[in-house]
C-alpha cells in the first residue's frame, strides 16, 4: 500500500492540474467573449467544447479557437509539462482560425520552403512573376485561375497571410499564431486573414475582361507579361485579348512589347527593340520574330554587321535559315562550340547600314 505521504503528493498534483486547467479553460473563454463581442459574432463555450468565436464575414464562416496541440510550423516544445512552467509553451498559449470560404476556388497556397534543399525538392505549379511574392508563396491550382485571383492588392493580403504560417486548400484558409491580447497581434492576425479572404473571392474568375486588365494595370511586369500571354494562349478570339495586345505596345516594359509585336507582327516595334540598350534576350526575341517574314529578313540585312553579340548571331542563324545571304561581303563562319561569328572582309566599321 502507497504511504499516506505518497497519496497526498498525488491528491496536490491533480489538484494543481485541475485548477490549472479550469484557469486555462476561464481565460478562453474570456478571451473568446470578449472577441465575439468585439466582432459581433458569437462565443460558443462549454466544458465538453473548446472555447471559440463563431460568425460570418462576406459569407464566409469564421471560427477563431483554441487548438489542441501547438500547430505545424511552430516549434513543438512544451506540453503538459507547460501547465506548471510560465515559460514554456503550450498549445494553450497559440490561437487557431479557420476561415470557410461559400464555394471552392481552383486554387491553393503555402508557405514556400525555406531551406535550400527544401526549394531544390518542392515543385512550384506557378510563378507569377512577382519576385517578393514568389520567393514565399508557393501556389497550386489552373494558371488562369492563378492569374486572374492575384492581382496586385491581393498578392499584398495573401503574403502577409503567408508570412504568418497562413495556408488554404481551395475552400478554407487556416492561420495559427502565438497569440497576445496586450499587443495587438490576435486582431492583426484576424484581419490578416480576413483581407486575404476577401480579396481571394473578389478576383477568382478568369474572365478575359479579368486577365486584361492586370496585364494592362498590375505594377509588376512579369505579372503583366504573365496574364497577356495566358490571354494569348487561352481567348486570343476575345475582344479583351485583342485591346490588350495592342496596349502593351506601348508597355514599358520592353520584354511586354516584344510580346505584344510577336504576336501583331509589328514590324517597327521589333526594329526598335533590336539596338543596343534593351536586354540581350530581348533584342534576340525582336531579331527571331523578324527573321520569320520577308520585310523582317530585309531589314536584318540591312543591319547585321553593325549588330553585336548574340543579336548578331540570331541574325545570322535567322538569315541562312531562309536561305539568304547577309550583303556588305560578310561571310558566315562556325565557330569552335556550336555558335557563330561574321568575319568582315572590309575593316570594323566600313560598312555603312544598306551595304
Known amino acids: 500500500m502507497p504511504s499516506s ?7 496536490v498534483g491533480v489538484a494543481v492540474f485541475v485548477v490549472r486547467v479550469v484557469a486555462i479553460y476561464r481565460g478562453w473563454a474570456t478571451r473568446m467573449t470578449h472577441l465575439a463581442a468585439t466582432r459581433g459574432w458569437r462565443a460558443q463555450l462549454g466544458w465538453l467544447r ?11 464562416r469564421v471560427v477563431v479557437e483554441m487548438p489542441w496541440r501547438i500547430p505545424d510550423r511552430h516549434d513543438r516544445k512544451g506540453g503538459l509539462l507547460a501547465l506548471f512552467a510560465r515559460r514554456r509553451e503550450s498549445a494553450w498559449d497559440y490561437a487557431r482560425m479557420t476561415v470557410t470560404l461559400p464555394r471552392t476556388l481552383p486554387l491553393r497556397f503555402e508557405p514556400e520552403s525555406t531551406s535550400s534543399i527544401g526549394r531544390l525538392l518542392s515543385r ?20 488562369a485561375a492563378l492569374r486572374a485571383a492575384f492581382d496586385g492588392p491581393t498578392r499584398w493580403a ?10 488554404f486548400d481551395g475552400q478554407a484558409l487556416r492561420l495559427a499564431w502565438q497569440h497576445d491580447d496586450q499587443t495587438g497581434r490576435d486582431a492583426e492576425a484576424i484581419d490578416c486573414a480576413l483581407e486575404a479572404s476577401q480579396r481571394l473571392q473578389a478576383g477568382t474568375s478568369p474572365s478575359p475582361e479579368r486577365l486584361a486588365q492586370i ?47 510577336g504576336e501583331l507582327g509589328d514590324q517597327p516595334t521589333l526594329e526598335a527593340l533590336v539596338p543596343p540598350g534593351h536586354p540581350p534576350e530581348v533584342r534576340v526575341g525582336a531579331v527571331e520574330a523578324l527573321g520569320r517574314t520577308a520585310e523582317g529578313r530585309a531589314f536584318l540585312r540591312g543591319v547585321v554587321a553593325r549588330l553585336d553579340g548574340e543579336a ?6 535567322a ?29 570594323a566599321g566600313k560598312l555603312s547600314p544598306g551595304s
Open 5 to 11: 505521504f505518497v497519496i497526498f503528493i498525488a491528491v
Open 50 to 60: 473548446r472555447p471559440s468565436a463563431v460568425g460570418e464575414v462576406d459569407g464566409c
Open 124 to 143: 512550384r505549379d506557378l510563378e507569377l512573376g512577382d519576385p517578393t511574392f514568389d520567393d514565399v508563396v508557393r501556389l497550386g491550382g489552373r494558371e
Open 158 to 167: 495573401v503574403r502577409l497571410l503567408v508570412e504568418r504560417g497562413g495556408t
Open 215 to 261: 496585364a494592362a494595370d498590375d505594377p509588376k511586369p512579369g505579372v503583366r507579361r504573365g496574364a497577356l500571354a495566358c490571354l494569348m494562349r487561352r481567348s486570343r478570339a476575345a475582344t479583351a485579348t485583342d485591346a490588350a495586345i495592342r496596349r502593351a505596345l506601348t508597355d514599358d516594359d520592353p520584354a511586354m512589347r516584344l510580346l505584344a509585336a
Open 312 to 317: 548578331r548571331a540570331a541574325a545570322i542563324t
Open 319 to 347: 538569315l541562312r535559315a531562309a536561305g539568304d545571304v547577309p550583303v556588305g561581303g560578310l561571310a558566315l563562319a562556325e565557330v569552335e562550340g556550336g555558335g557563330l561569328s561574321v568575319a568582315a572582309d572590309d575593316a
